[in-house]
């Protein structure tokens, strides 16, 4: 299955700007900055059985899923940073809990009516930043896990240390 890879130590490295996204809610060209915050949380979040974060928010804004990753509703969030105090890692930070009401849509539309299709995001983007990939499951070795249906993030990870998958 293809999907949208996102380097996060070479995105961090780039100037925004440079890297365009033609999602059509995106008139700032902000989708770089939603799909960095996506992978951020997703891959820095440690998916804690007890979940201190979401037992903290008074709104109901974080979720935990059956797979076990914490889910934002950033319109319920009313920006009281219960989570991040409540998160025994320190791992929320105040700037990934904020109001993004549009996300990237991976460009899907375009992906089914032509499988050739690069987002102009990967098009863009500096060599390997964001690329359009087929992976099928997480390959922790190399720091790359999947994120729903449409993502997949390398980065380090507190799953890896050393190198070695813990």
């Not at 993502?151 to 507190?158: C, F, L």
Request: aromatic share 8%; hydrophobic share 35%; with cysteine.
């Amino acid at each position: 299955m293809k999907r949208l890879l996102i380097d996060t130590e070479k995105l961090l490295q780039t100037d925004p700007l440079k890297v365009r996204c033609e999602y059509i809610y995106h008139s700032d060209n902000n989708g770089l900055i939603s799909l960095l915050e996506i992978a951020e949380f997703a891959v820095f979040c440690r998916q804690c059985p007890e979940a201190h974060c979401v037992k903290a928010c008074p709104k109901d804004a974080l979720e935990r899923q059956v797979d076990g990753t914490v889910k934002r509703y950033n319109l319920r969030c009313v920006g009281c940073k219960s989570c991040v105090i409540a998160c025994p890692f320190g791992t929320l930070f105040p700037e990934s809990i904020n109001y993004v009401t549009t996300h990237c849509d991976y460009c899907l539309g375009q992906l089914e009516e032509n499988t050739d299709y690069l987002p102009l995001c990967v098009e863009t983007s500096p060599e390997g930043a964001i690329a359009m990939v087929d992976i099928e499951e997480d390959s922790p070795r190399e720091g790359i896990f999947l994120v729903g249906k449409h993502m997949a993030v390398k980065s380090m990870n507190w799953r890896l240390k050393e190198g070695r998958v813990l």
